[in-house]
């Protein structure tokens, strides 16, 4: 028996020890690269987009500004969405001081609306001017909000996009 006489025992074990340690090598370095910064959610926030989508379906809608009544109850449905799409702007941490102030303005128009529709139901005429311009005021701000939110969501992101949100 020669001293350089390696067993077919040996290599396969030897072989497999070294596949084991690559693949250890190879996770780790894939933990390591994991827990960088670029975890950031997908540039253009899908599911913000699916949201203002259907808000913006929403808005499209028609209001019968004869009935403005009507259109107070789709201003309803609209507030749920729109306070929807804000949940989504917030736990991405995108607001920005347009949102802020289109939201504040959408807050201002809705007090009008429950306002001018307390005078409308005071005079029993649901067609009362103020009640009617109200109702016009709250759609406008929430097409604005619609606005802000857009231009938040398809803002890119800060610095190269690996930073956390």
Not at 18 to 43: K, Q
Not at 49 to 61: E, I, M, N, V
Not at 70 to 88: H, K, P, S
Not at 104 to 123: E, I, K, S
Request: charged share 25%; hydrophobic share 45%; with cysteine.
């Amino acid at each position: 028996m020669t001293p350089f006489r390696i067993s077919h025992r040996r290599v396969r074990a030897g072989t497999i020890r070294a596949a084991a340690s690559m693949a250890s090598v190879a996770t780790l370095a894939a933990f390591a690269t994991a827990c960088r910064n670029d975890t950031a959610p997908a540039w253009g926030y899908p599911e913000l987009k699916a949201t203002l989508g259907s808000f913006s379906r929403a808005l499209d809608a028609p209001c019968d500004e004869a009935a403005p009544a009507t259109c107070a109850d789709e201003l309803d449905r609209l507030g749920t969405l729109a306070d929807l799409a804000l949940g989504e702007v917030l736990d991405h941490r995108l607001l920005d001081p347009g949102c802020v102030e289109a939201k504040t303005a959408l807050d201002r128009a809705r007090a009008l609306r429950a306002a001018a529709a307390g005078q409308a139901l005071a005079r029993r005429d649901p067609h009362h001017p103020p009640f009617r311009r109200a109702v016009v005021a709250e759609r406008l701000a929430y097409e604005r909000l619609l606005a802000a939110l857009e231009s938040v969501r398809t803002a890119p992101p800060p610095g190269d996009g690996t930073e956390p949100v």
